[in-house]
Nanobody
Framework: QVQLVESGGGLVQAGGSLRLSCAAS????????MGWFRQAPGKEREFVAT????????HYADSVKGRFTISRDNAKNTAYLQMNSLKPEDTAVYYC???????????????????WGQGTQVTVSS
C-alpha cells in the first residue's frame, strides 16, 4: 500500500504560481512513477504531468507544457508540481497518483495508476 497526501493548493490570481506537494508513505516511493491529474467542475479527470521514479523522464499535457514542472525528491518521499503562469482554466482539484514501474517508465493513462491521493483544490481568479 502507498498512501498519498497532496498539499499546497489554494486561491491565486491569474499569472501567479503555486507549488503542489504529494507526500507518500508506505511502500518504497522510489519504485513508483508519479502522476498529477486534475478535475474541473463538470468535467472528467484529465492528465497533467508524470515523472519516472528515477526522475529522469517527464511528460506533460499540452495545456500545461512550458508552465508546469513535475519533480520528485525520493529521499523525502515527495513529488511536486510547480505551476507558473496560472490561468483560470487551471482551476480544478489536483490529484497525485502512483504506479509501480521501472526506473524510466511513466504513463499518462489514468487507469494504470494504482494509488491516489484525496486531492487539493486550486482556484485561479481572473
Amino acid at each position: 500500500q502507498v498512501q498519498l497526501v497532496e498539499s499546497g493548493g489554494g486561491l491565486v490570481q491569474a499569472g501567479g504560481s503555486l507549488r503542489l506537494s504529494c507526500a507518500a508513505s508506505g511502500r518504497t516511493f522510489r519504485s513508483y512513477a508519479m502522476g498529477w491529474f486534475r478535475q474541473a467542475p463538470g468535467k472528467e479527470r484529465e492528465f497533467v504531468a508524470t515523472i519516472s521514479w528515477s526522475g529522469g523522464r517527464t511528460h506533460y499535457a499540452d495545456s500545461v507544457k512550458g508552465r508546469f514542472t513535475i519533480s520528485r525528491d525520493n529521499a523525502k518521499n515527495t513529488a511536486y508540481l510547480q505551476m507558473n503562469s496560472l490561468k483560470p482554466e487551471d482551476t480544478a482539484v489536483y490529484y497525485c497518483a502512483a504506479k509501480y514501474s521501472g526506473p524510466y517508465d511513466y504513463t499518462d493513462v489514468e487507469r494504470e495508476y494504482t494509488y491516489w491521493g484525496q486531492g487539493t483544490q486550486v482556484t485561479v481568479s481572473s
